[in-house]
């Protein structure tokens, strides 16, 4: 054909007619890319995307307003479980009430949503935020063979296991909970300062013993530790005394020395079988009475007829001063 124009020549006759009248003629012009129209909507099929029957929708119904849809059979279109209504979205119910809402209806325990992390070095974490990358809240769950520890917990909270759960982690974007369950089932509260877990709270599984204040084991059912320095105390206040650190009935332990003290302008009182016994004023003179409030730096008082001071030794001597209702003193 060469460099020859095409020209395209069409005639026409009308309905019934048997002459053809000339139509004009065109120039076919070449077109880039152009396909044979018997070859059109091959691609398609040449990709991959044949399919075998018609889609419909399912005999029990055309669908409904708000359900996202699924095949329900093959070639069959019907309602998910998954309900939107332009808010929130719906799992089981048809009224959410939050941005994502999972209701069930069953008399027994069920599992509502599960998060897995299948490696047993790795963990599984849930993140909570709130306006801020730096505020949010953490649930995480270690693998069985995580490898570390919390710092300064490595024998009380090795990672392993372990569930841990806090607020804003304990540094920033670390994802860190301060409460801790271990394997073991211990349960704790620790702060993280200075680059180490200080433990303040921790139940112990093994002892049922609970500690309080320091990273020590419990070894008494409620064992109050510093592990940071070698003073303790326990302070108990009220509305009355105030709460500052010259107010309110002082036990403590100040390396080996041990101290009880009320530190208010009145008495203290030790006792058994639900009466004081031993009464100790505040006053400048150590006044220390038994058996009553004292007049004098030490006073012995008693309900009968005698009063008196016994001295003995382990052999079993003794000696005794008394003095009796007549106001007599023995000996």
Same mark, same amino acid.
């Given at each position: 054909? &060469?460099?020859?124009?095409?020209?395209?020549?069409?005639?026409?006759?009308?309905?019934?007619?048997?002459?053809?009248?000339?139509?004009?003629?065109?120039?076919?012009?070449?077109?880039?890319?152009?396909? *044979?129209?018997?070859?059109?909507?091959?691609?398609?099929?040449?990709?991959?995307?044949?399919?075998?029957?018609?889609?419909?929708?399912?005999?029990?119904?055309?669908?409904?307003?708000? #359900?996202?849809? !699924?095949?329900?059979?093959?070639?069959?279109?019907?309602?998910?479980?998954?309900?939107?209504?332009?808010?929130? %979205?719906?799992? &089981?119910?048809?009224?959410?009430?939050?941005? $994502?809402?999972?209701?069930?209806?069953?008399?027994?325990?069920?599992?509502?949503?599960?998060?897995? /992390?299948?490696?047993?070095?790795?963990?599984?974490?849930?993140?909570?935020?709130?306006? &801020?990358? %730096?505020? *949010?809240?953490?649930?995480?769950? *270690?693998?069985?063979?995580? +490898?570390?520890? #919390?710092?300064?917990?490595?024998?009380?909270?090795?990672?392993?296991?372990? @569930?841990?759960?806090?607020?804003?982690?304990?540094?920033?974007?670390?994802?860190?909970?301060?409460? $801790?369950?271990?394997?073991?089932?211990? +349960?704790?509260?620790?702060?993280?300062?200075?680059?180490?877990? !200080?433990? !303040?709270?921790?139940?112990?599984?093994?002892?049922?013993?609970?500690?309080?204040?320091?990273?020590?084991?419990?070894?008494?059912?409620?064992? @109050? /530790?510093?592990?940071?320095?070698?003073?303790?105390?326990?302070?108990?206040?009220?509305?009355?005394?105030?709460?500052?650190?010259?107010?309110?009935?002082?036990?403590?332990?100040?390396?080996?020395?041990?101290?009880?003290?009320?530190?208010?302008?009145?008495?203290? $009182?030790?006792?058994?079988?639900?009466?004081?016994?031993?009464?100790?004023?505040?006053?400048?003179?150590?006044?220390? &009475?038994?058996?009553?409030?004292?007049?004098?730096?030490?006073?012995?008082?008693?309900?009968?007829?005698? %009063?008196?001071?016994?001295?003995?030794?382990?052999?079993?001597?003794?000696?005794?001063?008394?003095?009796?209702?007549?106001?007599?003193?023995?000996?």
């Amino acid at each position: 054909m &060469g460099n020859r124009k095409q020209i395209h020549s069409c005639e026409h006759r009308s309905k019934g007619g048997s002459n053809y009248v000339d139509a004009g003629t065109t120039q076919l012009l070449s077109v880039p890319y152009a396909i *044979y129209a018997d070859k059109a909507g091959m691609a398609k099929e040449t990709a991959g995307g044949t399919r075998a029957g018609t889609v419909s929708t399912s005999a029990a119904g055309t669908g409904t307003v708000n #359900y996202l849809t !699924k095949f329900t059979a093959a070639n069959t279109i019907y309602n998910s479980q998954v309900f939107d209504n332009g808010s929130n %979205v719906g799992i &089981g119910t048809t009224s959410p009430f939050a941005k $994502l809402h999972i209701n069930q209806n069953n008399a027994s325990v069920l599992e509502h949503l599960r998060m897995q /992390n299948q490696s047993a070095a790795g963990a599984g974490r849930f993140t909570m935020y709130s306006d &801020g990358a %730096v505020n *949010y809240a953490t649930f995480t769950k *270690y693998g069985s063979t995580y +490898a570390g520890s #919390y710092a300064g917990l490595p024998t009380l909270y090795p990672f392993a296991n372990l @569930l841990a759960f806090g607020n804003n982690g304990v540094a920033a974007n670390d994802g860190l909970g301060r409460f $801790l369950i271990s394997t073991a089932g211990n +349960a704790g509260i620790s702060l993280f300062k200075g680059g180490t877990s !200080k433990l !303040k709270f921790h139940a112990d599984f093994t002892t049922e013993n609970v500690g309080i204040g320091g990273n020590s084991a419990p070894v008494s059912r409620v064992h @109050l /530790n510093n592990t940071d320095g070698s003073n303790m105390d326990l302070r108990l206040t009220n509305t009355a005394s105030g709460h500052t650190a010259t107010d309110g009935f002082v036990i403590s332990q100040i390396g080996n020395v041990s101290t009880v003290i009320n530190r208010e302008n009145d008495r203290l $009182l030790l006792g058994a079988n639900s009466l004081p016994k031993v009464y100790i004023n505040p006053s400048v003179n150590a006044q220390v &009475g038994i058996g009553g409030s004292p007049s004098n730096n030490l006073s012995l008082m008693s309900s009968t007829d005698t %009063v008196g001071i016994s001295f003995e030794n382990y052999s079993g001597s003794y000696f005794n001063v008394s003095e009796n209702v007549d106001g007599q003193l023995m000996l």
